[in-house]
């Protein structure tokens, strides 16, 4: 089983910036992608970033493209999500979550391609 454990999340004023992080451990992959998703109150989770295992490919969802950047540091089994220019419908539940393996290059971005999850991390933007 692989754990994910996020961190990070807070309540942050608008145009202000975050950054999360996601450790993975337990019996991780050879390779695996990693991703963002979020999930606000009375709206259904969705697609935020993804990384491949090999950290060259990234995908963003239109909503953070040239504000939010993901990476990773596959020594420490982390990803990172650093958010700036927050704003007040970036609020949300962030959750991370991993696949259960694939090549060096895959960007998934739909739920049913992850296998595992965290338990998510509140993220709050204040107008």
């Known amino acids: 089983q692989v754990q994910l454990v996020e961190s990070g999340g807070g309540l942050v004023q608008a145009g202000g910036s975050l950054r999360l992080s996601c450790a993975a451990s337990?019996?991780?992959?050879?390779?695996?992608?990693m991703g963002w998703f979020r999930q606000a109150p009375g709206k259904e989770r969705e697609f935020v970033a993804v990384?491949?295992?090999?950290?060259?490919?990234?995908y963003y969802a239109n909503s953070g493209k040239g504000r939010f950047t993901i990476s990773r540091d596959n020594a420490k089994n982390t990803v990172y999500l650093q958010m700036n220019s927050l704003k007040p419908e970036d609020t949300a539940v962030y959750y991370c979550?991993?696949?259960?393996?694939?090549?060096?290059?895959?960007?998934?971005?739909?739920?049913?391609?992850?296998?595992?999850w965290g338990q998510g991390t509140q993220v709050t933007v204040s107008s």
């Open positions: 990384i491949s295992w090999s950290g060259v490919n990234t």
């Open positions: 979550a991993a696949t259960r393996g694939g090549n060096n290059y895959w960007t998934p971005r739909t739920i049913p391609d992850y296998d595992y």
């Open positions: 337990g019996r991780t992959p050879r390779s695996y992608a």
